[in-house]
Nanobody, 121 residues
């Protein structure tokens, strides 16, 4: 089983910064990618940023000049540095992990419980 735990959400004024962290633990053979999705009220969950085991990154167009994702491979930890936050960034942010638990099993998705980020105008 893989456990995914997020931390670092909160309330911030527009223009401010927050740092989200996510740790994956448990019976992990290989992590293929880690990332962050978000879901605002009344909207679908969307990809914010992702980083692969080869350190390849992918960002949503709305955040790519403001957010940075980086990963500590040895610790199965990923951080999302969010700068110049806007009220439109308000959402629940979910950590997403694509991992194998054994060499022969197909990769599966694992999700954290989510952390609230609120940006006031």
């Amino acid at each position: 089983q893989v456990h995914v735990v997020e931390s670092g959400g909160g309330l911030v004024q527009a223009g401010g910064s927050l740092r989200l962290s996510c740790v994956a633990s448990g019976s992990i053979f290989n992590i293929i990618a880690m990332g962050w999705y978000r879901q605002a009220p009344g909207k679908q969950r969307e990809l914010v940023a992702q980083i692969t085991s080869e350190q390849t990154t992918n960002y949503a167009a709305s955040v790519e000049d403001r957010f940075t994702i980086h990963r500590e491979n040895g610790l199965n930890t990923v951080h999302l540095e969010m700068n110049s936050l806007e009220p439109e960034d308000t959402a629940v942010y979910y950590c997403h992990v694509m991992a194998q638990v054994t060499p022969t099993r197909a990769p599966r998705q694992y999700w954290g419980q989510g952390t609230q980020v609120t940006v006031s105008a």
